[in-house]
């Protein structure tokens, strides 16, 4: 075999100086296709599911068993004792994959079935992606073994090039939002990305023809690993479970902050960046964040989150959302340092990587598939927050007859605050008072005896445990609180103190309100009255107003997203309203009396169209409705599907020749007025905004964001001449959304630059 070595046998100098740097280019160009086509397919395929946080869940279930299959593939490919076939075999599965480019939404995936999401999502992903990351899975940890084999005198500890890696999956998941997303439509992002897959395909070939060309002989000290026993199956497992603990975290993490904090699809991103991150710093030679601290500030982090989960998330928006994701931070880089300290020889880096990425898949089975259908609310956050204090390694405690003594008091504390309130006596009052000071109080504690008595890891975890325990007896909301949990997120009904009103929520965004009881205390009678948004004086109330009197008959309305129904109260005798709404549960809460009375009072015959609106409205007949209302905003994430040229144009072929459309866009964390103005303007139609707060906060009537666009001014009526009705024209340096590009980011910035 022809190899430029040296009289040793070894390669020479200068084989190891072109080694190094075209192995570590295809390991990094390869980890930032593997990680940016995840945020890039996944919102090829977000419409397909109303711009549900759920998708991105499961799109990461996909991908991280994906990244087993291409483990293991790698795994067997090198128990092959020939160099030539291995190569032979995985740049042709490269090629192969390659000939499946660009990337596309499989043929017959197209419309989604009304349920059973998650697996028909899983699906799709195969389908249309399975191949190319499969492959791309795989080159981790084959090309490590592969550069081992190269015979560099760096190979015997190849695991400074998985920091490598991570770097490139990094820079791929900051990279998209803030550069890619904002600048390319997604035309062009896939053909970039399917060029940078030819780029690597080259990479590979050349690090297999360096691999080829290298001498048979394996160094000294790889043949002394082999003396090197294997790894126990206890040890297997534990990789297992250090693995899955914080690979579940994330999918948890991300779940809570798009649903409990603030949806808001641009933070997706975070936390799985920060989870890239802990990789990149755990396997550096000379680690930035020394394992030992990381150890200690684990359970410091473990008491911080209880704490936020115990305050709740309205308190202070980006104080959560940053303590949340530094929490998950310190717990990942805690688990993923032990998986770096107990690391094998090179000999056994496949199984290693193996036994990662199952632990990888259970976590994300566990958070992105089980937890969802089994309990009501984010239930699998705390319980993986406990898990995390069994992460730590096994240790000597200090003073453990005092240790003996502290730990149990705790417990008691904590029995002590869960017993019914009905039988405790007015002693008892204080602790009901202060309930989530002593919640966190409980996990503080919990986090002093670890860091001063080295609390064995059981303890610490059954002290997480009562902590958490008493954050879900003791939650943060007032009043009570029922939750119904679907594929599309965690809805909260809050029943007020008193029970005067109730409220439905999505995260901490209000989405429709009813008032139950006046102020003496007695039940409301009659026809229910809208509120919350949907008040006759806000922008929506004014807007069907002004479309009604403009007409001088009743309306044919199409109403898209269901709430609490509330809309349904704004329907005038005659007239006929149809609803569109892609979540079943939102349908039955409307219609559950027990919540809201909206629908049985004023739409007894209530029979909504399920599924995605832009899928389920294109199929109505052309120029039928004389009002449209677009009003499906999850939280404060927004459908971008429902926000684009495009599906301005499906609306405006819906409506009658006067009709108008009106999409209510109050956000909180997104600029959305421009957008739809845009979108309008590139229809043809002209747009008025409406943006006043009520003042009326405590009565649930809030500030109202509207945009009502039509063809002509004399469409929308009285509002075309009213002072609170703002006629806007496109903005010339905006661009406009399409469903090939939209400026998430754009919007936010414009929200933080106007100060509101």
């Known amino acids: 075999m022809p190899a430029a070595e040296s009289k040793t046998g070894q390669p020479s100098v200068s084989r190891n100086r072109l080694v190094l740097p075209v192995y570590t280019a295809a390991i990094f160009v390869s980890a930032l296709l593997l990680f940016s086509v995840q945020p890039l397919f996944t919102k090829m395929v977000l419409p397909r599911l109303g711009g549900s946080p759920a998708v991105w869940s499961v799109a990461m279930v996909f991908f991280q068993s994906l990244l087993l299959m291409g483990y293991v593939y790698a795994h067997l490919l090198m128990r092959i004792n020939n160099r030539l076939i291995p190569i032979l075999v995985h740049v042709a599965v490269l090629v192969l994959a390659f000939a499946t480019l660009p990337l596309a939404i499989a043929v017959r995936w197209g419309e989604p079935p009304t349920s059973g999401y998650a697996i028909w999502l899983l699906g799709l992903f195969v389908a249309s992606i399975g191949l190319p990351f499969f492959a791309l899975a795989a080159n981790n940890p084959l090309l490590q073994a592969w550069f081992v084999r190269t015979g560099h005198p760096d190979g015997t500890d190849p695991y400074f090039l998985y920091a490598s890696s991570n770097i490139g999956s990094f820079l791929a998941l900051l990279s998209y939002p803030f550069v890619f997303e904002p600048i390319f439509t997604l035309r062009m992002q896939n053909l970039l990305w399917t060029g940078g897959y030819g780029l690597l395909i080259a990479l590979i070939a050349a690090c297999g023809l360096l691999l080829w060309r290298s001498p048979a002989l394996v160094p000294d000290r790889v043949v002394a690993e082999s003396e090197v026993p ?291 205390g007695t039940p409301v009678a009659g026809r229910p009255e809208p509120i919350s948004y949907y008040h006759k004086d806000g922008g929506i109330g004014q807007a069907i107003t002004a479309v009604r009197e403009r007409k001088g008959a009743p309306l044919r309305v199409a109403a898209i997203g269901v709430g609490s129904g509330t809309l349904a109260c704004s329907a005038a005798p005659g007239e006929a309203w149809k609803f569109f709404e892609i979540d079943q549960t939102m349908v039955d809460t409307a219609r559950d009396s027990r919540y809201f009375t909206y629908v049985q009072n004023c739409q007894p015959d209530f029979r909504p169209v399920i599924g995605d609106a832009r899928l389920t409205f294109a199929r109505e007949a052309d120029g039928l409705y004389d009002l449209i209302i677009v009003d499906a905003y999850s939280s404060d994430a927004i459908p971008i599907h429902l926000a684009t040229q495009e599906a301005m144009k499906i609306y405006k072929d819906k409506l009658a020749p006067q009709g108008v459309v009106l999409m209510h866009v109050s956000n909180r964390h997104l600029e959305l007025a421009s957008v739809v103005v845009g979108i309008a303007d590139a229809n043809g139609m002209k747009s008025w905004v409406y943006d006043e707060d009520s003042g009326r906060d405590d009565d649930y009537i809030f500030a109202t964001n509207v945009v009502v666009s039509a063809r002509a001014d004399a469409d929308v009526g009285k509002l075309a001449a009213s002072d609170k009705w703002e006629a806007t024209d496109a903005k010339a340096d905006q661009r406009v959304w399409t469903d090939d590009y939209c400026n998430v980011l754009g919007a936010v910035y414009r929200r933080l630059r106007d100060g509101e």
């Open 230 to 520: 294997p790894p126990s199956l206890a040890t297997r497992a534990r990789w297992v479970f250090l693995a899955a603990v914080p690979s579940g975290l994330l999918i948890a993490v991300t779940a809570h902050i798009s649903t409990d904090v603030a949806a808001a699809p641009l933070l997706w991103v975070l936390p799985l960046s920060l989870y890239l991150l802990t990789w990149v710093l755990v396997f550096q030679t000379r680690p930035l964040l020394p394992h030992k601290w990381m150890l200690r500030a684990q359970p410091v982090a473990i008491a911080g989150v209880i704490v936020l989960l115990a305050v709740g998330g309205e308190q202070n928006l980006l104080l959560t959302l940053g303590g949340h994701q530094l929490g998950f931070f310190v717990i990942a880089m805690a688990c993923h340092g032990e998986l770096a300290r107990t690391r094998p020889p090179a000999r056994y880096l496949t199984g290693f990587y193996v036994a990662l990425s199952f632990g990888g898949m259970v976590g994300g089975l566990f958070a992105g598939l089980i937890a969802p259908n089994v309990f009501s609310w984010i239930a699998e956050y705390p319980v993986l927050i406990v898990l995390a204090a069994l992460c730590r390694p096994i240790g000597n405690e200090r003073w453990p007859g005092l240790s003996r003594w502290l730990w149990p008091l705790a417990v008691a504390i904590a029995l002590l605050l869960i017993v019914p309130s009905q039988m405790r006596g007015e002693t008892f009052e204080w602790f009901e008072a202060h309930r989530v000071y002593l919640a966190g109080g409980v996990a503080v504690l919990g986090m002093l005896l670890a860091l001063v008595f080295d609390t064995a890891r059981l303890k610490l975890a059954a002290i997480a445990a009562l902590a958490l325990v008493l954050v879900r007896v003791y939650p943060a909301d007032d009043g009570r609180v029922d939750t119904v949990r679907s594929f599309f997120g965690v809805h909260k009904i809050v029943t007020t103190p008193g029970g005067r009103y109730h409220v439905l929520m999505h995260g901490t965004t209000i989405h429709g309100a009813q008032k139950f009881l006046n102020v003496d």
